[in-house]
């Protein structure tokens, strides 16, 4: 892969790189969609990365369609899959972690301690070896794409890294893998994410910017449905992702909820647009 | 930097590299003519970083000769001098460091606990500014040369490690710029270090092989040196870093000692040829 991409960038071609985990879903599409368009070359890559995972974590059963992922990413004008084993990614004698400080001790950092550190590692490994000139990330993932964007920043990687909004089912999902794993109304309750967003929202274009206050409603609406436990609700600064007691135009609400077995999340910046 | 360098690889030029902390000697200019003759451009950096330095070192009386320095990198037809502020390199919000495990908990890492963090940090930095195809070190740094090849080999980074030779004073001194802190007979002094290898490269050809023995000797010897003060005598094995309790084709005896105010390091791998 990476002498692939070191001629294509000698012949003067520009790379986009779309990384993911695989099972591919419209949101990962209208990444490589995005990247479809940006790039001479459209690389993706399927690697379910186990040092982001925890212990006790979905590692084992994260859902895989290799053939199913390859049919999608052939009809979109994928040129590249990047499918490493785990022997090729962590050797024995592995040793070297890239580590994001302070904008990982919040919100998913809190209850996934290792989690960033994971997620910083593999896409410092995945830039050197596609060598892309763009990389297109989820808004879904917000705090992701803040680690990486500052990893990038803080390291000079010499690549561009374009975030794209979330893409929902129409009843207002956020589209994730882990939806797989929903079972019988559980699907129904998975709402309740979208819905708090939506009442959170609203209660911000009626003028509430008391962080506080907003919390409260939105484990309110969360609690409402059944099967939902929350690991967080908070409302945090965009950029250094601290809590934000009051809000302004650069505050997100980002949630983490269980429901029935899959950790979900989902976020929104107040004042921007909600398709929900 | 970064554009100049791409431009050069674009044109399907070879960029060699030499990282310093300037203040250049000998040791130096092997390290740049071996660049000089790998690459058809060779940049070298000066940068002092602070992010190697702990509490109490000497980043601000580290020796520093921009003038000087720019002569002699110009004689030996160096290319380009990268030469950027704290400002540039570690901005405000800065937060993200490359650590390499294991291999930095032995010998210098125990005296120095931030050290190769900083170290390996800047070095990914300045690999992705520069972009070399190749980047040169001393082996007088035997840890830090174990720690970037660690480093560059897991993360994947698109280019080679090359090691040199440690440079000598005609009576055997390893070149360092923190030489330049002996005063009046501490150079005297500083011999121990080189002298204690030569001495334990003696007895590993008469066929010690007793770890524990040859340390007690090298101690000895640095000891009887007034104005020493040994920080470490270790032998390691040269992969792993970790103590080895006999020696065998792949042991290394490293060492730090205070000579009055400087901390100088010296090594020797077992059986390989020491011009002292």
Redesign the interface.
């Known amino acids: 892969m990476?002498k692939y991409s070191?001629s294509l960038?000698?012949q003067?071609k520009k790379i986009a790189f779309v990384p993911t985990m695989g099972y591919l879903h419209e949101g990962h599409l209208s990444l490589m969609r995005k990247g479809r368009s940006r790039g001479d070359c459209l690389a993706i890559s399927i690697y379910v990365n186990p040092t982001q995972f925890g212990p006790g974590e979905d590692l084992d059963k994260y859902p895989r369609d290799f053939e199913g992922d390859e049919k999608l990413a052939e009809e979109l004008g994928c040129d590249v899959i990047f499918y490493p084993t785990n022997q090729e990614m962590y050797p024995e004698?592995?040793?070297?972690?890239?580590?994001?400080?302070?904008?990982t001790e919040n919100l998913c950092g809190l209850s996934r301690p290792e989690h960033f550190r994971g997620v910083?590692?593999v896409c410092?490994?995945l830039f050197?070896?596609v060598?892309p000139h763009a990389a297109i990330f989820g808004k879904k993932d917000f705090q992701q794409l803040a680690v990486i964007k500052?990893?990038v920043k803080?390291?000079?990687?010499?690549l561009e890294i374009i975030g794209m909004p979330t893409v929902r089912e129409p009843d207002g999902l956020a589209m994730s893998s882990r939806n797989s794993y929903l079972k019988g109304d559980e699907r129904e309750s998975a709402l309740s994410l979208s819905r708090s967003l939506k009442r959170a929202e609203e209660m911000y274009e009626n003028g509430e910017r008391n962080a506080g206050r907003i919390i409260k409603e939105v484990r309110r609406c969360i609690n409402d449905h059944s099967h939902t436990r929350i690991d967080y609700v908070k409302i945090c600064d965009t950029e250094?992702m601290e809590d934000s007691e009051y809000l302004d135009s650069e505050s997100v609400l980002a949630l983490a909820v269980w429901v029935g077995s899959p950790r979900l999340i989902d976020n929104h910046v107040f004042g921007e647009h909600l398709n929900i």
Do not use: F, S
């Open positions: 990476q070191e960038r000698l003067g004698n592995y040793h070297t972690y890239v580590n994001v400080e302070k904008i910083a590692t410092a490994k050197n070896i060598k500052r990893m803080d390291l000079n990687m010499d250094t």
